[in-house]
């Protein structure tokens, strides 16, 4: 395959062009002929209309985290959970994950049940939070309690921590 060189060409204008003034002044004309330190140089006003810091809201009630409910969970939470902690790169294919789903399995659960095998202990409490159940058993079986620290078997005691006092 042939290649083709690349070249630049410098473009000039047929006349110079006229000297502009420098940014101070032009933004001092702006503000009335007067320069205000600190202040953008086109003069645009900056306010910040939230909080920050301890004053400001936290994720909860951001509705970033813990927002959810039971109900809220549906089966595409489930796909992006099995996606996102690479469950599906390990198993190959999505056959566990459908086959939880369609043994009637509440999403929310089905996700409790895969977080406490991988320790993922924020996802854990949220889910806790949102009103999954820990004694619900997957197709296997096997409940959050007999999954806890499978995978990551260094959070097993965390993971028990979270789920025991849920333990019927």
């Given at each position: 395959m042939a290649s083709?060189?690349?070249?630049?060409?410098?473009?000039?204008?047929?006349?110079?062009?006229?000297?502009?003034?420098?940014?101070?002044?032009?933004?001092?004309?702006?503000?009335?002929?007067?320069?205000?330190?600190?202040?953008?140089?086109n003069g645009v006003?900056?306010?910040?209309?939230?909080?920050?810091?301890?004053?400001?809201?936290?994720?909860?009630?951001?509705?970033?985290?813990?927002?959810?409910?039971?109900?809220?969970?549906?089966?595409d939470d489930v796909?992006?959970?099995?996606?996102?902690?690479?469950?599906?790169?390990?198993?190959?294919?999505?056959?566990?994950?459908?086959?939880?789903?369609?043994?009637?399995?509440?999403?929310?659960?089905?996700?409790?049940?895969?977080?406490?095998?991988?320790?993922?202990?924020?996802?854990?409490?949220?889910?806790?939070?949102?009103?999954?159940?820990?004694?619900?058993?997957?197709?296997?079986?096997?409940?959050?309690?007999?999954?806890?620290?499978?995978?990551?078997?260094?959070?097993?005691?965390?993971?028990?921590?979270?789920?025991?006092?849920?333990?019927?």
């Open positions: 083709i060189a690349c070249t630049q060409i410098a473009l000039r204008a047929a006349r110079p062009a006229a000297r502009q003034a420098p940014a101070a002044s032009r933004g001092a004309a702006f503000l009335g002929g007067r320069k205000v330190r600190g202040s953008v140089c006003r900056v306010s910040a209309w939230f909080k920050f810091g301890k004053n400001g809201a936290n994720a909860e009630d951001a509705g970033i985290i813990g927002a959810q409910g039971r109900d809220e969970y549906i089966e796909e992006q959970y099995f996606n996102y902690m690479g469950i599906l790169a390990v198993e190959g294919s999505y056959d566990s994950m459908y086959e939880q789903v369609e043994a009637g399995t509440h999403p929310c659960d089905i996700i409790l049940n895969w977080a406490c095998a991988e320790g993922d202990l924020p996802k854990i409490e949220e889910l806790l939070q949102a009103g999954a159940n820990p004694n619900v058993a997957n197709t296997r079986g096997e409940t959050a309690f007999t999954n806890a620290g499978k995978v990551a078997t260094q959070k097993k005691d965390e993971v028990m921590a979270l789920i025991g006092p849920y333990k019927k």
